[in-house]
């Protein structure tokens, strides 16, 4: 009986771990799939970052003002789009380099965020607290009570299905989306290409520029999906800096599956896990090795896509064109 | 497409499928077409030769709508048009094979070929359809190519024949090649104009750029002849010879063939023996290559360019050490276990003029002086103690440009701003000035002009009389054959043959290049009288 109860107990505690696993990897897979989308077009997309900090902002400020997490939603999506025009009218239109263009873009969001916070809400930088009806709401599967009380089978359906708000539904039809738009239609053959070799596209007829601002729009949506989720879903509010580095990961996690959408979707999985179980492990003693190396675990993500990209894992093959702007030969 | 085929036959009364009139572009400071007139015939193939830089890509590049002319009418089919961008070309039955291919490596054909015309937004139907209306082009033409291959795995011919299908598949009527034999064999050439004369059948008009007299002469019905940005004569081809074309494009009589005086050759320079270089994954570049190259004499290497010359001239060069085997300069021995590097191979009298000028030969935005002395900056006369001397570099330069002719003379303008030919005479004079024992050189002419071919070879033969060894790596057949006293050739990384000058022509050696025929003599006649 006793024994029994342990393994029910352990089996709980890893539905419960794999349970926050999707929640803290919901962000990152829109942002990675984001970044699939602008970079399969030949930008480089390092202001994933600033585009959810800033759209992460936007969806809070707006819920607080209009009490709808929609309209949050709406306004953060607008806002990372208008980013990644931004982006675009610096690195496509006006040819200046990505990299310092999303880095321009990042250091924007990180002080307009609070600049405008602090003028607009007196919170130091965060925006008021969110009640329930301000908030995308976990979606309780019908019969989780029901079903959760069958033996192992049941808390899987109860704690890792059911439960979740609507935005991680979204951040996994994001991964079938990318993955049917990149290989199944036009746009996506199109887009393909004009990372690959954009002089090709433009010889069959297709300009370059509008082809790449699409994708840039594309990836600003799901980054804006990203950001609202941080604050109006995961969170209840905005807090000053809270991506923390979550859209770099992304941008690792989507290295890390090679530009490909299932790759860079077990990727932010993996990213999260070891998150989830390095917040699960605070502070816990682990037989042999004493405290857990929690500090260890959270830097697993940065160490493997750096043994990733030294080439150890497998080449990683990046869209040829990325990074240089299309300019007509002479 | 049969109507402009039968009056295409019909002389003065033919209809046009193009008309260029006072066409005008300028890039900056450089006037790259002066008022250029045009008339291609329907169903004709039209020829333009032109030196590099005469303005034929320019201009057809408008054509296409890569850039805007500043002023002037362009006529498709009779009708005056606007062309703003290559969307329009296709839009007006033009299509074109670039000089550098417009296919997305990863690709297989059929995406290549699909791209910008998918049909519908999703690709499953089109990929369909456009799977069927390849099938049918590539039996109407002759035009065989695996639609589901990834094209960066294809050779360079089937590429070339995918971007033929990508116009056609646009439903081009009119066809422009840009320099389309630069990249292969003799026998791909006679393929690809075999194409040619099909589509021209079918009533295709086709437009060919080139600055290859030989091929002007054999396919063209008609031949424009272009210099410094002008249209200088509109010939039918019958009726001109490339004698005629060619003073035409260079302005003066151009000496076709060079003064070569048999060679003397004294003692050995150069003596390679089963030279082996395996990549770290197994793949063989270099079969147990030996040669001998003598005091005096050039010796060419005819192949296919990837069958391992490049590679030869890099071991050689001490760029990359030989897996196994070995190679001697002089009294040096270079092997696996003591390899050289360049910087050691020049001290002991090896020069190399690298295929790639671009890549390897000159650094683009360094100044002309700089370029000119890369690989040799230690050397006393361009330092004053520890310091470049800036003042001896121009003069060294100065006195290099006076006595290539490089042009124009300056010193300091950056290598970028010079033309093809005058970048690969800056990279030679480099070379050559230390009085080389022994010169490697790849490409010399590659993407250089008629004026510029013929002095390149003129001094390359000087040396030679001076007693220099050479080694001559070049695509070109004919240049292989007009400059070398000894002929090998290389397939699949091993030597196949070796011929004397006397004993070459284009028909065997293309045949041993494609690696035919070349164990004996009987095998080579067996084939040539089978064909």
């Known amino acids: ?330 | 497409m049969t109507d402009a085929s039968q009056m295409a036959n019909g002389g003065s009364t033919s209809p046009l499928a193009i008309e260029l009139s006072a066409i005008n572009k300028s890039f900056g400071d450089v006037h790259a077409n002066r008022d250029v007139n045009l008339k291609v015939v329907s169903g004709h193939i039209h020829g333009i030769i032109g030196e590099n830089g005469a303005g034929k890509s320019t201009l057809v590049s408008i054509l296409y709508g890569f850039y805007a002319a500043d002023g002037g009418l362009i006529s498709v089919n009779g009708q005056i048009t606007t062309i703003r961008n290559s969307a329009d070309a296709i839009g007006k039955g033009i299509g074109m094979v670039h000089q550098h291919f417009m296919l997305v490596p990863n690709f297989t054909v059929l995406e290549n070929v699909m791209l910008g015309h998918e049909g519908s937004l999703s690709i499953e139907a089109s990929a369909q359809k456009a799977r069927n209306v390849l099938n049918k082009l590539s039996e109407d033409f002759g035009l065989t190519v695996d639609s589901d291959m990834i094209v960066e795995n294809l050779p360079v011919g089937l590429q070339q024949r995918v971007e033929i299908l990508k116009a056609l598949f646009r439903g081009a009527e009119i066809l422009i090649l840009d320099e389309p034999t630069g990249v292969l064999t003799p026998q791909e050439t006679e393929q690809l104009f075999d194409i040619l004369r099909a589509l021209r059948e079918q009533g295709v008009t086709i437009l060919l750029i080139t600055h290859k007299l030989k091929e002007i002469m054999a396919i063209t019905d008609d031949v424009s002849v272009m210099r410094d940005g002008e249209m200088v004569a509109h010939l039918k081809t019958a009726q001109t010879s490339p004698a005629e074309l060619a003073e035409l494009m260079v302005g003066r009589k151009v000496l076709l063939e060079v003064d070569h005086t048999p060679a003397k050759p004294g003692v050995p320079v150069l003596q390679a023996e089963n030279l082996c270089l395996t990549t770290a994954n197994g793949i063989d570049h270099l079969k147990d290559i030996s040669l001998t190259l003598r005091e005096g004499e050039i010796v060419g290497v005819a192949g296919v360019s990837g069958n391992g010359q490049s590679e030869l001239l890099d071991v050689l060069s001490g760029i990359t050490t030989p897996t196994s085997g070995s190679f001697r300069v002089g009294t040096n021995e270079i092997t696996t276990q003591r390899p050289s590097d360049p910087a050691q191979l020049r001290r002991l009298g090896v020069a190399h003029v690298p295929e790639d000028r671009h890549k390897c030969g000159i650094i683009l935005p360094f100044s002309a002086a700089e370029s000119m002395i890369l690989g040799y900056s230690g050397t006393d006369e361009q330092n004053q103690g520890w310091w470049l001397s800036p003042s001896a570099l121009e003069q060294n330069c100065a006195d290099r440009m006076h006595g290539f002719d490089i042009r124009p003379p300056l010193p300091s303008l950056a290598s970028a701003n010079f033309s093809g030919g005058n970048q690969q005479k800056i990279v030679l004079a480099r070379e050559i000035s230390t009085q080389p024992k022994l010169l490697l050189v790849g490409q010399p002419t590659r993407g250089v002009d008629i004026g510029a071919i013929e002095f390149i070879h003129k001094q390359l033969i000087a040396l030679r009389n001076e007693g220099c060894a050479i080694l001559l790596v070049s695509v070109e057949l004919d240049e292989i054959m007009s400059l070398s006293d000894r002929i090998l050739v290389m397939n699949n990384g091993q030597m196949v043959g070796e011929l004397a000058r006397e004993e070459a022509d284009e028909q065997q050696l293309g045949l041993m290049m494609a690696g035919i025929g070349a164990e004996d003599g009987i095998t080579t006649s067996q084939m040539r009288a089978g064909s």
């Open chain 1, 1 to 330: 009986m006793q024994e029994e109860g342990g393994v029910a107990d352990l089996w709980l505690q890893f539905l419960l771990t794999i349970d926050a696993t999707l929640r803290v990897a919901t962000p990152l897979i829109l942002c990675a799939m984001a970044g699939i989308f602008s970079e399969k077009s030949g930008i480089i997309d390092i202001s994933l970052e600033g585009k959810m900090l800033m759209s992460a902002f936007a969806a809070a400020a707006v819920a607080t003002l209009t009490s709808s997490a929609l309209a949050g939603l709406v306004t953060a999506i607008g806002v990372s789009v208008l980013l990644g025009l931004l982006h675009g009218l610096a690195s496509i239109t006006l040819r200046g380099n990505q990299v310092i263009s999303g880095l321009a873009i990042n250091i924007l969001a990180s002080g307009l965020t609070v600049t405008i916070g602090i003028a607009m809400f007196k919170q130091g930088g965060q925006t008021p607290n969110l009640s329930r009806a301000e908030r995308f709401r976990p979606i309780e599967l019908p019969f989780a009570e029901q079903i959760g009380n069958l033996p192992l089978i049941g808390p899987i359906y109860r704690e890792v299905i059911s439960g979740h708000n609507i935005l991680v539904w979204v951040a996994l039809a994001a991964v079938l989306f990318t993955a049917f738009i990149l290989t199944r239609t036009r746009f996506g053959l199109r887009l393909r290409a004009v990372g690959e070799k954009p002089e090709a596209l433009d010889s069959a007829g297709v300009s370059v520029a509008k082809t790449r601002y699409l994708a840039l729009i594309v990836a600003g949506v799901l980054c804006g999906m990203a950001g609202a989720y941080l604050s109006t879903a995961h969170g209840s509010g905005f807090v000053r800096e809270m991506t923390a580095g979550k859209g770099y990961i992304a941008l690792a996690a989507m290295i890390f599956g090679k530009w490909q959408p299932r790759g860079a979707l077990l990727a932010c999985l993996l990213f999260g896990f070891l998150e989830a179980v390095a917040s699960r492990l605070q502070g816990v003693d682990v037989p042999l090795i004493g405290e857990a190396p929690v500090d260890l675990i959270l830097a697993l993500p940065y160490l493997l896509t750096v043994i990733l990209l030294a080439g150890f894992v497998g080449k990683a093959m990046p869209p040829r064109a990325i990074g240089e702007p299309y300019v007509k030969e002479r």
